[in-house]
T-cell receptor, first 113, second 120 residues
Framework: DADVTQTPRNRITKTGKRIMLECSQT?????MYWYRQDPGLGLQLIYY???????NKGEISDGYSVSRQAQAKFSLSLESAIPNQTALYFC????????????FGPGTRLTVL | AQTVTQSQPEMSVQEAETVTLSCTYD???????LFWYKQPPSRQMILVIR??????QNATENRFSVNFQKAAKSFSLKISDSQLGDAAMYFC?????????????????FGGGTRLMVKP
């Protein structure tokens, strides 16, 4: 079984709709991250959470919100989706005891029409 | 803020030959980590190799090795004996260390990627 899972894997939605992307992990890591990948670009950090009570904005947080429901779950929401949020979204985790490696989920491809 | 640049959008290599992917970065830190990630068509981000800046010895993982030039802020990836399964996007990443109000931790800054094609 995968250690970091993301649901859904693919999603097509319309402009203005609210969308939630979910991430779950069984690695027992305390730190979780959401990244966005646009074609031809590397990953950009949207939000990160060092534990359930510590959530912080990343480079490109406008238009997004997050919720850390438990240590193992970190959700990303688009309150009102717009076409330029069409991208590949990755969740990642890391362990505060071994902070130098992040483990990535399989990604969610989101298309906003 | 740190920046990571990969100047080669695409590279190709013949199967069994060697290829080198380039990466440069900008930082004022003295202690940091650098990574190469592989992203095959499956989209999964896979860690290939890491380098600790305070270590002078270049990291090696089987057919993958790096040429880390700290003064030049250069971090290239060499793939020897290229295989068809090496075809993928490759991303160079820099680890920044920072603190929040309650914690300290790391953030990854990625380059734009290099698409590697392997010819049979």
């Amino acid at each position: 079984d995968a250690d970091v899972t993301q649901t859904p894997r693919n999603r097509i939605t319309k402009t203005g709709k609210r969308i939630m992307l979910e991430c779950s992990q069984t690695k027992g890591h305390d730190r979780m991250y959401w990244y966005r990948q646009d074609p031809g670009l590397g990953l950009q950090l949207i939000y990160y959470s060092f534990d359930v009570k510590d959530i912080n904005k990343g480079e490109i947080s406008d238009g997004y919100s997050v919720s850390r429901q438990a240590q193992a779950k970190f959700s990303l929401s688009l309150e009102s989706a717009i076409p330029n949020q069409t991208a590949l979204y990755f969740c990642a985790t890391s362990d505060s005891g071994r902070p130098n490696e992040q483990f990535f989920g399989p990604g969610t491809r989101l298309t906003v029409l | 803020a740190q920046t990571v640049t990969q100047s080669q959008p695409e590279m190709s290599v013949q199967e069994a030959e060697t290829v080198t992917l380039s990466c440069t970065y900008d930082t004022s830190e003295s202690d940091y980590y650098l990574f190469w990630y592989k992203q095959p068509p499956s989209r999964q981000m896979i860690l290939v190799i890491r380098q600790e800046a305070y270590k002078q010895q270049n990291a090696t993982e089987n057919r993958f090795s790096v040429n880390f030039q700290k003064a030049a802020k250069s971090f290239s990836l060499k793939i020897s004996d290229s295989q068809l399964g090496d075809a993928a996007m490759y991303f160079c990443a820099y680890r920044s260390w920072f603190t929040t109000r309650y914690n300290a931790g790391n953030m990854l800054t990625f380059g734009g990627g290099t698409r590697l094609m392997v010819k049979p």
